[in-house]
């Protein structure tokens, strides 16, 4: 399994009864997740000290519960800072688990760099921008394409907030399988492609994504924007269950086959300070040149 354990300003605590209890900076949350399915083990001191609590519905969804939390707050990963606020579906606007892609592809970015080459990523379905941050800092210029122009927006603010709003990014509102079929036709291409896809999305023209049915597809276009000395390809999932042998035959298939070079696919998960469990937070599946 690939752990995100160097975070300082981030920890999940511990987690039972259908709950994760973690450590957002100061602050402390208590948030559902489908993996813990263990109940009557709640050990940390924390889960009487909250600071917030979101509460599922039997109906689908849910709503927090606010006792001491501010409208938003700020953490740190490094050099990087990301604004948090609680949002719809249980959701603070980062997935910390990905900050190990984050420093994975952020050592090859730097590597090619230092090599007095330059680096353009291309970040899909890019949300608050933790990786376009990520790679902005490693000296990389970055293609940020996201369908909700709120997340645009929330990424812009951390790319600010972490001093990189001078660096070289696009950041654009727009659906990725409409903005890849465009780049292919410009004849655009580009050294690391990372996405992160949902299970379920919409785009800003009500386009619909379903990742069973188009992942694949997905993948195979977006494969022709890979420049002709390629650095990495990340691929992610973790709201549909996709075992990482899925990702590593994706990546094989249409990366591997025609670029050579290795492929890796992995767990990825946070570690739990009370227990010393680590909790799954779905799959990764990583192309190196």
């Given at each position: 399994m690939i752990l995100a354990d160097q975070w300082k300003d981030y920890e999940i605590l511990d987690c039972s009864d259908g709950d994760k209890l973690e450590r957002w900076g100061k602050y402390i949350l208590r948030r559902p997740d489908p993996q813990v399915i263990w109940q009557d083990v709640q050990k940390a001191p924390e889960w009487k000290k909250l600071n917030a609590h979101y509460h599922r519905s039997s109906k689908g969804g849910g709503e927090w519960e606010f006792f001491d939390l501010p409208e938003e707050w700020q953490?740190?990963?490094g050099s990087l800072k990301f604004n948090l606020k609680p949002f719809s579906f249980k959701h603070t606007g980062l997935f910390p688990e990905q900050a190990a892609n984050w420093d994975w592809f952020s050592a090859l970015i730097r590597k090619r760099v230092a090599e007095g080459k330059p680096v353009r990523v291309l970040n899909l379905f890019a949300y608050t921008g933790g990786a376009t941050l990520a790679a902005l800092s490693a000296g990389a210029s970055v293609t940020h394409v996201d369908a909700s122009k709120g997340m645009v927006s929330w990424a812009?603010?951390?790319?600010?907030?972490?001093?990189?709003s001078?660096?070289?990014v696009r950041w654009l509102v727009d659906d990725c399988q409409k903005f890849v079929e465009r780049e292919i036709r410009r004849g655009n291409h580009y050294d690391g492609i990372i996405m992160d896809p949902p299970s379920y999305?919409?785009?800003?023209?009500?386009?619909i994504w379903k990742i069973e049915d188009m992942f694949h597809?997905?993948?195979k276009l977006s494969v022709q924007l890979l420049s002709d000395d390629p650095l990495f390809m990340l691929l992610n999932s973790y709201t549909t269950g996709f075992a990482p042998a899925v990702l590593s035959y994706l990546l094989g298939l249409?990366?591997?086959?025609?670029?050579?070079g290795t492929v890796e696919a992995s767990e990825i998960g946070l570690p739990v300070r009370e227990t010393g469990?680590?909790?799954?937070?779905?799959s990764s599946g990583r192309w190196t040149a």
């Amino acid at each position: 399994m690939i752990l995100a354990d160097q975070w300082k300003d981030y920890e999940i605590l511990d987690c039972s009864d259908g709950d994760k209890l973690e450590r957002w900076g100061k602050y402390i949350l208590r948030r559902p997740d489908p993996q813990v399915i263990w109940q009557d083990v709640q050990k940390a001191p924390e889960w009487k000290k909250l600071n917030a609590h979101y509460h599922r519905s039997s109906k689908g969804g849910g709503e927090w519960e606010f006792f001491d939390l501010p409208e938003e707050w700020q953490i740190s990963y490094g050099s990087l800072k990301f604004n948090l606020k609680p949002f719809s579906f249980k959701h603070t606007g980062l997935f910390p688990e990905q900050a190990a892609n984050w420093d994975w592809f952020s050592a090859l970015i730097r590597k090619r760099v230092a090599e007095g080459k330059p680096v353009r990523v291309l970040n899909l379905f890019a949300y608050t921008g933790g990786a376009t941050l990520a790679a902005l800092s490693a000296g990389a210029s970055v293609t940020h394409v996201d369908a909700s122009k709120g997340m645009v927006s929330w990424a812009k603010e951390n790319a600010a907030s972490s001093g990189l709003s001078d660096r070289p990014v696009r950041w654009l509102v727009d659906d990725c399988q409409k903005f890849v079929e465009r780049e292919i036709r410009r004849g655009n291409h580009y050294d690391g492609i990372i996405m992160d896809p949902p299970s379920y999305g919409r785009g800003p023209k009500g386009e619909i994504w379903k990742i069973e049915d188009m992942f694949h597809p997905f993948v195979k276009l977006s494969v022709q924007l890979l420049s002709d000395d390629p650095l990495f390809m990340l691929l992610n999932s973790y709201t549909t269950g996709f075992a990482p042998a899925v990702l590593s035959y994706l990546l094989g298939l249409e990366v591997q086959s025609r670029f050579g070079g290795t492929v890796e696919a992995s767990e990825i998960g946070l570690p739990v300070r009370e227990t010393g469990l680590v909790l799954p937070c779905g799959s990764s599946g990583r192309w190196t040149a």
